[in-house]
């Protein structure tokens, strides 16, 4: 017995003993010791007690059945693809990445995917946007009982980070960010999973940090010796189904429960024991928030207070618990787990409510190791959820970002990838089975190309006939399921390419498919299919360094009922299964491995062997699976090297592989286009069989795994074969495509494929392998890259088609009617793809070159071989009254000869086109109107064959150029080629007109049986277009007879006056009766006086019989002709002042932020063993766009990669790709030649446009909040809907009319109105947004154009934008759309519309720069130019465009010029405001003022591009000589003592050679001797050889010695000497005819002077008169030398005065020649305004012989003609190239429009990068001296009197319309402006008028000679002529009397004016002109033509007078040789060093 206060223990009991009698009663009471019945009372108070727990738990009541599910009807995964992201700058992506919170999920966790530090590395953006509306996940509700979602309630924004550019242009891999909608996915659709797997641990010890602190004690698994075999089962299914029910796929989707997992079990064997478990167990509460701590228990105070006393004393409780466990060891063997209900309750003071869950109870089984030695077991220890939570049972919330049901998780505490590695390290092998039953969803791609077109795929697997409801939206009744009729016979033998096709019996094995026919009574529901049973089995094992997995099957099978019954007793019949099998490797790289990565895009880097290995054998390197889960983002060498693995697979995909059928849904839309297109198709019978396996030594980088474009890089070994037995197009399906004019609903049965997929196997390994197989494996064997064979047939196409078609009364067509069109056939085709790497030459990895370790850059794709071929079967067009038929079984047939192409889109095609109509010709009907001509009778209807027989068969080749060109060509194939007048050079002549065009054109013209043909066409058409066709076509062959009968075979036959008005009359009046009325009027025609309009009139009135009838016409008319044959009066040019305006001061201090030009170069070149400033090369890249292509290739070439900031690199190479192919656009565009190029142009111009817009996360400059984004109508989605499912919204609202009432924008909540607008719209209709009250205007308080007016025009700093594009490459692709012959195509439509989009988004000063580049190519000012794109800009057809989205342009360009009014064509309309004036002179006016206010952006393009290298006020350089006498300081003479003696030297040697000279002139006249017997003679010559070196001597001391007046006169007096020398030995030598052209020229000359004496006219004079005896030039023997040298000076030189100081030059009399041998030059030749360019003759016998006696080779430049001169400069500069390559100095040869040319590309390369002005400056090869011939530089009043001429007759045109539009209808009158505004901004006006003709222009030229700078010490000489009657071409009068009165003189040559043919500027006074003027040494001026150098290229113009006066055997020597060999003579032009085989050849 124990005795305590008031308690006794006893052996017997407990005696409670209190001293207290009141409270020992009160106790006594209480626990009834007192009463008898004691017991009993306890007893009912227990029972009672544990009555009321059983109610309160639900013991005796079954939880209620777990809901059923219901499936959305179409349950579709989404997956958009986006263009990729443009970065900020850099400070805004650092405030980005410093606010990463906004990037986290709910609970902290970081869902984006990629580490900031990988900016450069397009994101793939996974976008989670669940439906749910609470934010507590405990109340959440169902949505129909199916749907649950786990995630809270505001969806997430799709994660956007800003990335940079990619690293290379490759529109074809475009669109990387990559966004994953699954809102209507859900665990539903996953039925029942059986999971047995089994794992063995590896041997040792494994921690588990559950803990972030390293320093605390982990879990810890002690794996014994023999490893842990770890088994696992797991069952998910229905609640209530057995195992068998639940994996049987026939049971009732409805009738299944939400999937639950009904029991799971982990057995451990041996059990594993476990160390540290008492501290995790009190770490882990602090991982999750317990729900009834949380809401229950913290609510109490007490408790509260007990739980915060616990944790603070955890420590010491964790160290009991510690060494507790310490002697006690836990070894678990088993965990259980049981799915519980719990029902709903209240908790919490709030009485919060909780719904009813289902949890998974975790049971703990094993025993505790006493001591170590003593086991103590326990079984099924279930702990408390506060330490242990319980997770969910339902599969929804299990798998969700929450999938405890008691607690929530807190992730930021938990460590998930330490976590993950250490429990996968802990893993040595694994082997699991799993058996599966599920619904697969649709899936569904939407790619968004970078132009706004979203392109939709989507496939299910089942057959959806109506394409889908709209998911949310309108339901679809009435359509089901339909039957299905196909078959799965061969493909269809009939096929077009029967030839050479064996290889094609391989595709007609196609196996038998059981075909099901599914009856069409119900609408398609997900919960009515049956699911899918799969089963997998995968085992591997895993170590630190490898990872194997091996695959023995994984099978998917889909079984239908039979068809016999219908319940769900009946036979299964299995018609759909899935089967692979295969293994994969992924294990650490060796050495050799490593030795074969390609590290860098940019760069390789070498590593030595020895670092190699080390990298390979690291001890600390990574694991394989913690490389793969993950990878390291940092991008440093050795990192990148750490994040490599190698790996092997091979994937067998079975023999049994087959699915039933296949729905697939194509889609196409645009947000701002009308229509769209939507197809559904059913696949039947599909099967597939084939190896899919890794390449030799395959490496993977994890830290570029999420570049898409780099999965080009792991392209595998494959040979897989799939087919399709059957394919169409329900009738249900309502597959329509729209574009807004055009509906089509096509219709396609019995369409069959089958696909090859080859590439990657060695020869050795597969060649023998597929020999047994056909021809086809070893023919198509491909061992690069991967090679697709498909091919297709399909039995029947149809295309219904139906057109919108424009009113247009004189055709007959009238509003309403639509051109409904049928076309029917079959189609049999195989199309080979093969992707390959590019055969690059070297391993290149240059800033500039193809990098071959970028797969954007390294890869391209070949289509040769691919062929199809069509065969009508009904084929017809109905429009009205008229209809076309195409005979039935005509064929059309394509082959690929060669296509290949890269990702950058560039490439060539070469196709073969043929056709057959079966000897048929397709037949056009006509009825009256009112009436189809398909009901009409056969007496109703006129019908007429479209073809004649010759071309009812054909075929020939057609090549697509890079840029989109067409070129016809003779076909290839070995069939005979048609030839004759309709063979492949007719259809070239159309689409790609050469030199052969015009003559094959007047062939076909003058058939006149196609002819007649032609005529009854136009005839069923129109009757008076047919009337009107006839009489031209009448009157053209007439004036063919005419021609005929007269021997009228060229130009020149017609030019005489007399003859042609012998013509005229001829074909006036049928006779030669009116001639004596036209002569007096042609005559006064070609004497300039114009035209005589009166006695015009009067002949045209009596001798046209419709002269009456259309009397205001022919008036009209005969006034244009005054204009165009009269002279006008036109501006003359002005002296004025004109520095580049780089260089003005009100320019130039606007550009003081930015380097220029020079200082860049500068800056490249210096310190180059150092990286670049980091702000440097920020604003180089910023600059890029606004430098020409050479520029930025330069730059790019200057430094390695390495040196440059990598975002900087990428925008460079980016700029430079884009420029690069704007160049090959941009002399290629217009016309039908390039009628393709929209398609070729629009992935470019969407991908470069992209790239510039900022699609999302745009900045606002104007706002404070740097991050805030601003909505884009390009990728921003106003609401969770899919392409397909707008497109199948609005298929039905078109075929619904109540549905066509609603609005066709989307209501919605967000951004306003203005966000649904492009930048361009925004910016159009900003005035009525604010109207409306939507939305606000933009602020454009940063953009300085929308808020600069005139007053501070200059005041602000000049903003570049942000643009990738430049002006200039902005302005190309602009007006290649203007100017395409598809320019109301939607697709060019859609290209005008990005790029205005583009020029909106960016300064107002960009857009002023675009149009001054379409209006100046060049800076040089045309207005014309810029007038007619203005004009076709404002006429831009938007027709495909949307209402809403059409722009206003007249709106935006006034936004673009505030202070301008855009006028409206329609007030200028008759009927206008301002009818009674001209709308072109309104527009040619904005143009002027356009062209005025861009001359900030010339000066900012001149100062970012061009190299000045003097400012204007700095001195000209010039001679020495001058520069000392000009010096005030005259002591510095002994610096120049050494010039000045060689000074004095020369002069004395010229005075003392001239003494002489002049006694031997004397001793020759006296004597009659000849120079070579005269001593005197000689010694002359030989003092004259001394002045030369003399002078050469001078040179060299001083190379611009030659500026001096003394060395110019007699540089002067040699070039006048050699001109006469070298005619002289042209006479003498015979070259040529010179000799006659010398005695037709005297005989002219004296003729001409004889009349003048007497006064008798040179006709007169016989031809053998008296001065016949004078000179005989044809035998000049018979004459003393110095006679025929007075003679040739008389005839070939002009001026009085000249002649004179020529003929009494000792220096010429002497004909003094240059030493023999071979002069080291070469001849750059840039030739007239009309020229053949480098296939030109012109000069070349004077260039031939130049070779053949001096070895001098002339390279022609390929200019072009009536070209501008920056495009003929180009030419130039590439001539340059070709002549460097000589390796020696070279001169440059301009003639007529060539001088301003070659002067151009001179300025150019002087202004160009270094590399550029070294070809001008270098030792070894340099520009040496200029020589131009009648220089048109300083332009020719030609240019404004055309100008004028030109301006005037389109006024007139426009009155004249406005006349005749009382008389047509709205249409035609629309047709009429379309046309001339289509034929004014046309390529060839572009480019001739406007270009070229600019050049002409005073305006033109002054442009030219403000911006240029040229050399200083190079010598021009120059070539002038002056014409006289007897020397102008008959074909030149007229001209030559235009210029005369034009330019008030008759000193011209014809073309150029006498005084302005120099080698200077004349009317522009700047440092440039000063420097010219010091290098001009002149020459006298000469009696001749302009055309003087020209001979074959212009006889077809000769006449009999022209042959009688010799005009055009003119000397061709003089034109070269003096100016070569006065330049070598003084030493500008060097002699070759002489060897004994030059010196044999000279002699």
């Known amino acids: 017995m124990i005795q305590l206060p008031y308690i006794t223990l006893e052996s017997k009991g407990i005696h409670l003993i209190i001293s207290n009698p009141q409270i020992n009663a009160i106790l006594r009471r209480i626990l009834l010791v007192d009463l008898d019945s004691a017991d009993a009372y306890l007893a009912v108070v227990l029972i009672s007690l544990i009555s009321l727990c059983f109610k309160q738990l639900h013991a005796f009541t079954r939880p209620p059945p777990v809901q059923r599910k219901n499936l959305p009807q179409r349950p579709a995964l989404q997956i958009l693809f986006k263009p990729d992201e443009i970065s900020f700058s850099s400070t805004v992506e650092q405030q980005q990445n410093g606010r990463n919170h906004e990037f986290m999920g709910e609970n902290g966790a970081d869902t984006t995917l990629l580490d900031s530090s990988a900016s450069s590395v397009p994101s793939v953006v996974v976008s989670d946007i669940p439906p749910a509306e609470d934010d507590d996940l405990l109340s959440q509700s169902t949505r129909g009982g199916s749907f649950v979602t786990t995630e809270t309630s505001k969806p997430k924004k799709p994660i956007i980070r800003p990335y940079d550019l990619p690293d290379s242009f490759a529109p074809l891999l475009s669109s990387s960010q990559m966004e994953i909608i699954y809102d209507e996915l859900s665990t539903d659709l996953l039925h029942a999973m059986q999971v047995e797997g089994v794992v063995r641990l590896r041997h040792g010890r494994h921690n588990i940090p559950l803990d972030k602190d390293s320093s605390r004690p982990q879990l810890v698994l002690d794996i014994p010796s023999g490893g842990c075999k770890v088994t696992a089962v797991s069952a998910i299914g229905s609640d209530g189904f057995s195992t068998e029910d639940d994996l049987d796929p026939f049971k009732s989707t409805k009738d299944r429960s939400l999937p639950m997992v009904k029991h799971a079990g982990v057995t451990l064997d041996p059990p594993l024991p476990l160390a540290n478990v008492a501290p995790t167990l009190i770490h882990f509460p602090t991982l999750f928030e317990d729900n009834v701590v949380k809401y229950t228990l913290r609510r109490i105070q007490i408790v509260r207070y007990a739980l915060d006393m616990l944790k603070s004393i955890s420590s010491f409780i964790e160290k009991v618990l510690w060494i507790i466990e310490s002697k006690c060891q836990i070894h678990l063997g088993k965990i259980s787990v049981t799915p519980l209900y719990r029902g709903a309750e209240y908790y919490g003071k709030d009485k919060a409510y909780r719904e009813p869950q289902w949890r998974l109870s975790l049971a703990f089984s094993g025993h505790l190791m006493l001591f170590g030695w003593i086991p103590i077991p326990f079984v099924n220890i279930v702990l408390p959820t506060w330490i242990i939570p319980s997770p969910h049972a339902l599969l929804e919330y299990l798998v969700s970002s929450q999938p405890l049901a008691s607690a929530k998780v807190k992730r930021e505490e938990i460590s998930f990838e330490e976590i993950t590695m250490a429990v996968i390290n802990a893993v040595e092998t694994w082997d699991f089975k799993v058996e599966a039953v599920g619904t697969p969803p649709a899936l569904g791609v939407d790619l968004k190309l970078p132009g706004g077109i979203t392109v939709a795929v989507e496939t299910m697997h089942g057959t959806d006939v109506s394409g889908g409801r709209p998911r949310g939206g309108l339901e679809t009744s009435g359509h089901g399921l339909v039957e299905s009729h196909s078959n799965s016979d061969t493909l269809s033998s009939c096929t077009m390419f029967s030839e050479n096709d064996n290889s094609r019996t391989r595709f007609r094995r196609h196996r038998t498919r059981p075909v099901f026919k599914q009856t069409a009574n119900t609408v398609f529901d997900a919960n009515k299919l049956v699911p899918w049973k799969g089963s997998v089995h995968i085992k591997g094992k895993m170590s630190n360094e490898c990872i194997s997995v091996v695959i023995p099957s994984i099978t998917f099978f889909h079984s239908q009922r039979s068809r016999e019954g219908g319940g769900f007793g009946e036979e299964k019949l299995e018609t759909s299964k899935i089967s692979i099998s295969g293994n994969i490797v992924v294990c650490l790289p060796d050495a050799l491995a490593l030795q074969k990565a390609d590290l860098h895009s940019n760069a390789r880097r070498k590593v030595s062997s020895s670092r190699l290995h080390n990298l390979a054998f690291d001890a600390e390197k990574r694991t394989v699976a913690a490389i793969l889960l993950f990878p390291e983002k940092n991008t440093s060498s050795n990192r990148r090297y750490q994040n490599l693995l190698k790996y092997e697979y091979q994937l067998d995909i079975g023999e049994d592989t087959t699915i039933d059928a296949v729905s697939l849904s194509i889609g196409a839309t645009h947000p701002m286009l009308k229509g769209g297109t939507i197809i559904t198709t059913i696949l039947e019978s599909m099967y597939a069989y084939g190896t899919v396996s890794s390449r030799q030594d395959s490496l993977l980088d994890m830290s570029e795994f999420s570049r898409k474009r780099n999965i080009l890089r792991h392209l595998p070994a494959v040979d897989f074969t799939a087919g399709i037995s059957n394919f169409f197009i329900p009738e249900e399906s309502m597959s329509l495509s729209d574009d807004g004019q055009t509906k089509c609903t096509p219709e396609l049965l019995g369409g069959q494929i089958l696909m090859r997929v080859l590439g990657g196997f060695n020869k050795s390994e597969k060649y023998n392998e597929m020999q047994h197989l056909d021809s086809l494996s070893s023919h198509h064997y491909v061992e690069e890259g991967i090679k697709v064979i498909l091919d297709v047939g399909i039995a029947s196409l149809a295309l219904n088609n139906k057109t919108n078609v424009n009113e247009f009364p004189e055709l007959d067509i009238f509003e309403g009617q639509k051109l409904l069109s049928t076309l029917s056939g079959s189609i049999d085709g195989t199309v080979f793809l093969h992707l390959r790497p590019q055969n690059l030459e070297s391993f290149n990895t240059g800033t500039v070159s193809k990098n071959i370790f ?105 090549v697509v150029s890079p840029v989109g060109g067409l070129t016809i060509t003779q076909a290839v194939t070995t069939r005979e080629n048609k030839e004759g007048l309709y063979d492949w050079k007719f259809f070239n002549a159309i689409v790609s007109p050469n030199d052969e065009s015009v003559g094959h054109i007047m062939k076909v013209l003058h058939d006149k049986r196609t002819m007649n043909k032609l005529l009854q066409v136009v005839g069923l058409i129109n009757r008076d277009l047919e009337k009107l066709g006839r009489y031209l076509l009448k009157q053209v062959w007439r004036a063919k007879d005419i021609f005929d009968r007269e021997g009228v075979s060229g130009p020149g036959h017609a030019i005489p006056g007399h003859k042609m008005a012998r013509l005229l009359s001829l074909f006036l009046c049928g006779d030669a009766n009116q001639l004596d009325e036209i002569l007096p009027i042609v005559r006064r025609v070609v004497a300039g006086d114009g035209l005589d309009v009166m006695k015009t009139k009067d002949l045209l009135r009596k001798n046209l019989s419709i002269y009456e009838d259309y009397a205001p016409e022919i008036d009209r008319a005969t006034r244009w002709a005054e204009v165009m044959l009269g002279s006008i009066e036109a501006p003359k040019p002005f002296e004025e002042k004109l520095p580049p305006l780089s260089l003005d001061p009100i320019f130039r201090r606007l550009f003081d932020d930015f380097p220029s030009a020079d200082e860049i170069y500068r800056t490249l070149l210096e310190k180059r063993h150092l990286p670049l400033d980091s702000s440097f090369s920020a604003m180089v890249s910023t600059l890029a766009p606004y430098m020409g292509f050479p520029q930025v290739e330069y730059i790019l070439q200057s430094r390695p990669s390495k040196d440059w900031q990598t975002a900087d690199l990428r925008r460079l190479r980016y700029v430079y790709s884009v420029k690069k192919k704007v160049f090959e656009i941009s002399e290629s565009y217009g016309g039908l030649s390039f009628m393709p190029q929209s398609f070729f142009v629009s992935v470019f111009v969407g991908e470069a446009t992209r790239a510039s817009l900022r699609a999302r996360g745009t900045l606002r400059r104007d706002d404070k909040d740097s991050l805030k984004p601003t909505y884009s109508w390009q990728t921003d989605k106003i609401s969770n809907e899919t392409a397909l499912y707008s497109l199948r919204k609005s298929r039905q609202a078109s075929s619904n009319e109540s549905l066509q ?213 700095d001195p000209v350089p010039t001679a020495k000589e001058i520069e000392f006498q000009q010096s005030v300081d005259k002591n510095s003479s002994e610096d120049f003592a050494q010039l000045e003696t060689a000074v004095k030297s020369a002069k004395m040697a010229i005075e003392k050679a001239d003494l002489q000279g002049q006694r031997a002139l004397n001793i020759l006249r006296e004597c009659n001797t000849i120079i070579s017997e ?206 460097m390559q000589l390796k020696k ?125 040229h050399l200083p010490s190079i010598p021009t000489c120059v070539l002038r002529g002056v014409l006289e009657d007897h020397t102008t071409p008959e074909s030149l009068e007229m001209i030559s009397n235009l210029l005369t009165k034009a330019a008030g003189s008759n000193h011209h040559d014809s073309q150029v004016h006498v005084y302005d043919a120099v080698g200077r500027p004349v009317y522009t006074k700047n440092r440039n002109a000063k420097v010219l003027e010091c290098c001009e040494m002149g020459g006298a001026i000469q009696r001749t033509h302009h055309w003087s150098p020209l001979n074959e290229e212009v006889k077809f113009v000769s006449t009999q007078k022209d042959a009688e006066y010799g005009t055009f055997m003119c000397a061709k020597d003089r034109h070269v040789f003096p100016w070569v060999d006065v330049n070598a003579r003084f030493g500008f032009i060097k002699y070759e060093e002489v060897t004994s085989q030059s010196e044999s050849t000279t002699k």
């Not at 690929?896 to 192409?901: A, D, F, G, P, Y």
């Not at 010179?1634 to 005695?1639: I, K, L, T």
């Not at 025929?1684 to 002009?1694: G, N, R, S």
């Open 854 to 958: 970028n797969p954007l850059e390294a890869y391209e794709i070949d289509f040769t071989g691919s062929k199809a071929g069509l065969k009508i079967t009904e084929a017809k067009a109905e429009l009205g009254h008229r209809r076309l038929i195409i005979p039935s079984e005509t064929t059309v047939g394509l082959h690929i000869v060669k296509s290949v192409v890269d990702m950058a889109f560039d490439g060539t095609t070469e196709c073969e086109l043929n056709w057959d109509f079966q000897g048929s010709s397709p037949i056009l009907q006509s009825t009256s109107v009112g009436l189809s001509p398909e009901i009409a009778s056969h007496e109703d209807k006129e019908q007429v064959n479209l073809l004649i027989y010759p071309l009812r068969q054909g075929r020939f080749n057609l």
């Open 1301 to 1513: 009432r609603l609005s066709p924008l989307p209501e919605h909540k967000g951004p306003g109105l203005a966000n649904l607008l492009s930048p361009a719209a925004r910016i159009a209709s900003s005035t009525n947004i604010v109207k409306d009250g939507n939305a606000t205007p933009r602020d454009h308080s940063s953009n300085t154009s929308f808020r600069r007016e005139s007053k501070n025009y200059f005041n602000e700093v000049f903003d570049v934008g942000d643009s990738l594009l430049g002006p200039e490459d902005v302005a190309i692709l602009l007006q290649a759309g203007l100017t395409s012959a598809m320019r109301g195509s939607t697709v060019v439509q859609l290209n005008q519309r990005m790029l205005l989009d583009l020029m909106a988004s960016q300064p107002r000063q960009f857009s002023l720069a675009v149009l001054c580049e379409i209006g100046s190519p060049g800076g040089q000012g045309n207005p014309r130019g810029l007038t007619s794109a203005l004009m076709a800009l404002l006429d831009l057809d938007q027709s495909s465009f949307k209402e809403f989205h059409r722009l206003n342009i007249h709106k935006l360009l006034e936004s673009w010029l505030p202070d301008l009014k855009i006028p409206r064509r329609e007030d200028y309309l008759a009927g206008g405001r301002w009818a009674s004036r001209s709308y072109y002179d309104a527009i040619y006016n904005v143009a002027e003022n356009i062209l005025e206010e861009a001359k900030i952006y010339t000066a900012f393009k001149g100062y970012v591009q061009r190299v000045r290298h003097n400012e204007e006020t």
């Open 1785 to 1909: 100095p070279y001169g440059i040869l301009g003639y007529s429009q060539g001088c301003p040319n070659a002067l151009m590309a001179e300025s150019m390369l002087l202004s160009g990068p270094p590399s550029q002005q070294e070809k001008l400056t270098s030792n070894g090869c340099h520009l040496a001296c200029r020589q131009l011939l009648f220089s048109a530089a300083n332009g020719s009043m030609h240019g404004p009197a055309t100008e004028a001429k030109i301006h005037r007759l389109i006024v007139m045109c426009e009155s004249f319309f406005k006349y005749q539009q009382g008389y047509c209808s709205r249409a035609f009158t629309s047709l009429v402006l379309d046309i001339l505004t289509g034929l004014m901004d046309s390529a060839p006006f572009q480019k001739f008028v406007a270009g070229g003709g600019g050049t002409f222009l005073h305006r033109g030229s002054r442009a030219f000679w403000r911006e240029a700078q």
């Open 1574 to 1779: 005269c001593e005197e003679s000689l010694l002359a010559i030989e003092l004259y050889d001394a002045s030369f070196e003399a002078c050469k001597n001078v040179l060299k001391l001083d190379k611009l010695a030659f500026h001096a007046e003394w060395f110019k006169r007699f540089y002067r007096r040699n070039y006048d000497a050699l001109m006469v020398k070298s005619v002289y030995v042209n006479i003498i030598e015979d070259t040529d005819e010179v000799r006659e052209w010398m005695s037709r020229r005297y005989r002219a000359t004296v003729s001409k002077t004889s009349a003048l004496t007497k006064g008798e006219s040179a006709e007169s004079t016989d031809d053998e008169g008296p001065w016949e005896s004078l000179v005989d030039f044809k035998n000049p023997k018979k004459h003393m030398e110095q006679d025929l040298i007075d003679a040739v000076i008389e005839l070939l030189f002009y001026d009085k005065a000249e002649k004179s100081s020529i003929a009494n030059d000792p220096l010429v009399r002497l004909l003094i020649s240059n030493p023999d041998g071979n002069y080291d030059f070469t001849i750059v030749s840039a030739m007239g305004v009309i020229t053949e360019g480098k296939k030109g003759v012109e000069l070349e016998p004077a260039l031939r012989r130049l070779k053949e006696r001096r070895n001098i080779i002339t390279v022609r430049a390929d200019t072009g003609t009536a070209r501008s001169l920056e495009y003929n400069a180009v030419q130039i500069q590439k001539a340059v190239d070709e002549a």
